[in-house]
């Protein structure tokens, strides 16, 4: 593996590469093999005794899951990595390979659907407690602390809602109470946050997301402290939620545009804010680099552009939401985010349809929730069909 740290973020997610076999080929090649070979018995002995760093199978490691890591590590300054089938699989090994029965896991309310699931319904079977904070009043974050409790969890910012916390003021938390600290960077990417240098000890992501950044493979990745990632790779290599040599393949080559993408979407999707602001459809509108952001002042500190991500509140609630995807005409309608195309969801009626109305209060899902994930076409005419939807969403 060519690790060329000596340069900048921007130059490793291009020329972190697999070494070039003899065909001497300038773009990687993909290594679709489920095994590998060795010379002799002996070579094969040690491999296996963990004395050589060679492949064995490709669920345990493969030379193209190899480069997309060494990129993710190298973007995130983190000492190592893992990359799993998808953002849920490296969320879920976070939590399994680091937690154990007895436990107690303290994870804030606005966290994403399926981890939602996977904390309320599935930690507990496993004798693993879970306790709920309020991104929005982080003093009461260090009272909710047990004697048991072994990793907090976040999104920040986080999803759908776009509420954002200070890392620096967590980790601290964290490592006064020898706590380890999950981060998940999947809305801001590496290129505009980076949780390690403000205090975390795993970032976790969704590659499926603006990583690719063009709706096409699935992907996750956990990075951080060597130690911690070392139990997840034990984990994962025996539970097999192993990333794709494929679709690691597509992802190393995504990163290499992910840079000047997440300038265009994070430009876009505040020109998006900026104009949507004031709309008489709308009660509120929000975006990281708002001004009008609750949390705006931690954003600018802790991040370097708000991302691709818009929301803003109907004030028709549920009904208004349902006419205003039915009218749009450039906006995809469809169950993701961070595509090149731009998308709008509406949680109320959709991901988050079978919570109650108090349940999705909970999580920060209002009535006339829209999400949009701007994508890279003209700002203009993405504005142009949202204003135009909101007219006839009334």
């Not at 079977?125 to 709920?132: A, D, L, P, Q, T």
């Not at 109305?357 to 999580?363: P, S």
């Amino acid at each position: 593996m060519q690790k060329e740290n000596q340069y900048q973020p921007e130059t490793n997610a291009v020329r972190i590469q697999t070494a070039r076999t003899d065909e001497m080929e300038h773009s990687t090649p993909l290594f679709l093999t489920s095994s590998f070979c060795y010379d002799n018995a002996e070579e094969m002995r040690a491999t296996f005794a963990d004395e050589t760093d060679f492949n064995i199978y490709s669920r345990f490691s493969n030379p193209n899951v190899d480069e997309f890591v060494s990129k993710m590590v190298s973007l995130e300054g983190a000492e190592a990595g893992y990359a799993t089938a998808s953002g849920m699989s490296a969320v879920f090994a976070s939590f399994m390979a680091l937690l154990k029965t007895g436990d107690h896991l303290l994870s804030a309310r606005s966290i994403f659907g399926s981890t939602h699931t996977v904390v309320t319904k599935f930690l507990p079977k496993w004798g693993i407690e879970y306790s709920y904070f309020d991104m929005n009043d982080p003093a009461s974050i260090e009272a909710m602390i047990k004697p048991n409790t072994k990793m907090i969890f976040v999104e920040t910012p986080s999803n759908p809602g776009l509420e954002i916390i200070d890392l620096e003021l967590l980790a601290g938390i964290a490592n006064k109470h020898n706590i380890i600290l999950n981060v998940d960077n999947c809305f801001a990417t590496p290129v505009l946050q980076r949780p390690l240098e403000l205090g975390a000890h795993l970032v976790t992501h969704s590659a499926t997301k603006w990583i690719d950044g063009q709706g096409r493979v699935l992907g996750g990745a956990v990075v951080g402290r060597k130690d911690l990632i070392r139990e997840i790779y034990i984990f994962c290599r025996s539970s097999g939620p192993a990333m794709s040599p494929f679709n690691a393949w597509v992802l190393s080559k995504s990163m290499e545009t992910l840079f000047v993408r997440m300038e265009r979407h994070s430009q876009s999707a505040l020109t998006l804010a900026q104009a949507l602001e004031g709309n008489p459809h709308l009660s509120m509108v929000r975006y990281p680099m708002l001004p009008s952001h609750p949390q705006y002042e931690i954003a600018k500190k802790q991040m370097s552009g708000g991302g691709g991500i818009v929301c803003f509140e109907l004030k028709g609630g549920i009904a208004s939401g349902v006419k205003f995807l039915n009218a749009l005409k450039l906006l995809s309608l469809t169950a993701n985010l961070g595509d090149s195309r731009s998308i709008a969801s509406h949680p109320a009626s959709t991901t988050h349809a079978k919570l109650t109305d108090a349940e999705r209060a909970n999580v920060g899902i209002t009535p006339g929730l829209i999400r949009i994930s701007v994508g890279l076409e003209n700002v203009k005419d993405i504005l142009a069909d949202i204003e135009q939807a909101l007219d006839q969403s009334k």
